[in-house]
C-alpha cells in the first residue's frame, strides 16, 4: 500500500478509534438491520450516537422547515423516496427527486403514483454534464470509489447534470429546501454551486458530507466557510448531517 494511503485522514481516525470500535461494536451486538449497518458506517463514533439522541428527541429533525403547499424542494440523492414522502405528508410542497441509480429511480417512480407533487429525475447533479459509472449499493450507491463499499458492487452508467446546468434546465430560481446525500458527489456540486454564486439561490440545506472522500475534511471546511457568509448553521452532527439556513 502507498504511504499516501496510511497518511489518509480518514484511515488514521479509523485506525486511532478501533479500540472504541470494538468495544462499542460488542456492546451494541444486539443491534440488527438498517441501525447495525449504519452503526458500523460510522464506526460507533460519537457524533453519530449525538444524531441518533437527536432523532429520539426529535424524530422530524430531518423533516423540519419553513416550507409550504407552494415550496420547491430539491431531494438531491432521494434513494426510494422515504425522506420525500415524509415532507410531503408535513408539508404538500413540490419536490423535485433526483436519483440516477435505476432501482432506486423505479422505486421513486412508484411513490410519484401516489404523491403527484413528487417529481422523479433519473440523473444525478454534481459539477459536469457527464456519463459516469455508479457503483451501486443498499447503503448508498456512489460516482466514487467508498472503502465501505463490498467489492464486487454491481455498476451502472448513469446521466450526471453540472448543478448550474440542471439549475437552467428546470428553470429554476430561488428553491426552499435542497437536502444534499450524495455519497461523496456534495464536495463536486457545492464547490460548482460556489463558483457559480448559486448557495444564495437556497433557502435550506440539509447536507450529509461523507468523511471517506478523498480531502474531505478539507473540503468540507471551505465549503461551510463559504456557506457561512449567506446562511447560519442550524444544527451540526460531524460528518452525519448538518442544516444551513439563509441569513435574514
Not at 485506525?15 to 472504541?20: H, S, T
Amino acid at each position: 500500500m502507498a504511504l499516501s494511503a496510511y497518511l489518509n485522514p480518514y484511515r488514521l481516525k479509523k485506525a486511532l478509534m478501533k479500540p472504541r470500535t470494538y468495544f462499542m461494536r460488542r456492546r451494541e451486538s444486539h443491534q440488527t438491520g438498517f441501525i447495525k449497518s449504519a452503526l458500523e458506517l460510522h464506526y460507533y463514533r460519537p457524533a453519530f450516537y449525538k444524531f441518533i439522541g437527536a432523532t429520539i428527541a426529535n424524530k422530524h429533525i430531518l423533516h423540519e422547515a419553513d416550507l409550504t403547499a407552494d415550496s420547491i424542494v430539491l431531494d438531491v440523492g432521494a434513494f426510494t423516496g422515504e425522506w420525500a414522502q415524509h415532507i410531503i405528508q408535513r408539508y404538500n410542497p413540490n419536490i423535485l427527486a433526483f436519483e440516477p441509480d435505476p432501482k432506486n429511480y423505479a422505486a421513486l417512480l412508484q411513490k410519484a403514483e401516489i404523491y403527484p407533487k413528487l417529481k422523479p429525475l433519473r440523473y444525478g447533479l454534481a459539477d459536469k454534464d457527464e456519463v459516469m459509472q455508479i457503483s451501486i449499493s443498499s447503503m448508498g450507491s456512489s460516482l466514487f470509489e467508498n472503502p465501505n463499499s463490498p467489492s464486487g458492487s454491481d455498476t451502472a452508467e448513469v446521466q450526471i447534470h453540472a448543478i448550474d446546468s440542471a439549475w437552467k434546465m428546470l428553470e429554476l430560481g430561488t428553491v426552499d429546501l435542497m437536502k444534499i446525500n450524495i455519497e461523496g458527489a456534495e464536495f463536486p456540486l457545492l464547490e460548482r454551486m460556489i463558483q457559480c454564486d448559486m448557495l444564495k439561490n437556497v433557502d435550506s440545506f440539509m447536507i450529509q458530507f461523507h468523511e471517506w472522500h478523498p480531502g474531505a475534511y478539507h473540503r468540507r471546511r471551505k465549503i461551510r466557510k463559504a456557506l457561512a457568509k449567506t446562511h447560519n448553521c442550524v444544527w451540526d452532527y460531524h460528518f452525519v448531517w448538518e442544516k444551513w439556513d439563509k441569513k435574514v
